[in-house]
């Protein structure tokens, strides 16, 4: 059995008086892909930026002792006036890190940024590039854990590839473990060990092919729920 990671018991968001997430009991194990699938407003952000601290929750979330943690959000609209570049917020994360420009080069040589990219204003970055940047950010604390939340939202289905090609090859490399948002059920079936299916609660938690049955399906994708108004729009699940 993979070293445990991460345990989350009997989680729960509540914002504005609403609940958004509640009661929800999972692990992550080394080298594992947890994915998270659900409909629109079932609470798949809000768990992730509560385990990104960003957040406030009840229940538990434990780490294993000095587990580094990254964190990439769903794709950010960049103000194309904003003279920030991609090398300017990693060179300000590697500050804070103590670590040297020599590593920002490497995360941007392993999610592919060629130079003038990292030096163009974030806003001027094509989707693809922004979310490479994203994925370089959580990268250079070297993360034994990283959260994706729908890192290809927005993007055309042949960025979309290219960007969940990158993903692939980064897990493989630094035998990350990952919590994944999807919208795809395929993508999750290929690459998922567990699969989360939440509608504000956990519908089930094990494997893909246990918990994505058509009988599991039907009530993760009928159950009434409310609706998070804290959590983006997204594409529909195919």
């Known amino acids: 059995m993979a070293q445990e990671l991460l345990r989350v018991e009997h989680l729960g968001v509540v914002l504005d008086g609403q609940t958004v997430v509640e009661d929800v009991t999972f692990s992550v194990g080394r080298g594992e892909t947890v994915a998270v699938v659900g409909p629109n407003g079932a609470g798949k952000t809000m768990l992730l ?6 957040v406030p929750h009840t229940g538990r979330i434990v780490f294993a002792r000095g587990l580094r943690l990254g964190y990439v959000p769903q794709r950010v609209e960049a103000d194309r006036s904003l003279p920030l570049s991609a090398e300017d917020l990693l060179v300000a994360k590697s500050h804070v890190l103590g670590v040297g420009r020599d590593r920002v080069k490497e995360v941007a040589r392993l999610v592919g940024l060629p130079r003038e990219a990292l030096r163009a204003p974030v806003g001027h970055l094509s989707g693809g590039q922004l979310q490479a940047a994203l994925i370089a950010f959580a990268l250079l604390g070297r993360p034994e854990l990283v959260l994706f939340d729908e890192p290809t939202a927005s993007l055309d289905r042949k960025t979309e590839a290219q960007v969940l090609e990158l993903i692939g090859e980064l897990v493989e490399r630094f035998s990350l473990a990952m919590v994944l948002v ?6 999750v079936r290929a690459q998922a060990d567990q699969v989360l299916c939440l509608n504000r609660r956990a519908i089930g938690f094990g494997a ?5 049955s058509p009988a599991a399906l039907d009530e993760i994708f009928c ?7 804290h959590e983006p729009a997204e ?3 195919q």
Do not use: I, K, M, T
Request: hydrophobic residues 35%; glycine residues 4%.
């Open 223 to 229: 159950v009434p729920h409310h609706r998070d108004p």
């Open 182 to 187: 999807s919208h795809d059920l395929d993508q």
């Open 235 to 237: 594409r529909p699940l």
């Open 49 to 54: 930026r509560a385990l990104a601290g960003v």
């Open 208 to 212: 893909p092919e246990e918990v994505l």
